[in-house]
């Protein structure tokens, strides 16, 4: 089962992007939003599970949540000074929207 046998449950960022990239290469985005949500019950508001939950929801088509996290992950990072491509695509993204 997914949820038992992930790596994210006490993983790092780093296992997060390699599990990202995984369920990408195998087009599994469906796995990889439930991999990033459950990371997000533990580390609310961890920027890279955001913005990975948020790309996982768009590419599988689930409007709602992607707006959802695209929304929380901007709103996390409304004083921030940058013009990182998350924050990018998540504006881009809503403003669509």
Known sequence: ???????????SSCQLANYWEKCCSNREP????????????????????????????Q?????EKAMNYYARLLAICDHADGDRPE?????????KR
Do not use: H, I, K
């Open 1 to 11: 089962m997914l949820l038992t046998s992930t790596p994210l449950l006490r993983g």
């Open 30 to 57: 469906t796995r990889a939003l439930v991999a990033f949500e459950v990371t997000l019950r533990a580390a609310p508001n961890r920027f890279n599970a955001l913005s990975g939950a948020a790309r996982a929801a």
């Open 59 to 63: 590419l599988s088509g689930n409007r």
């Open 87 to 95: 924050l990018q695509d998540a504006r881009t993204y809503l403003a």
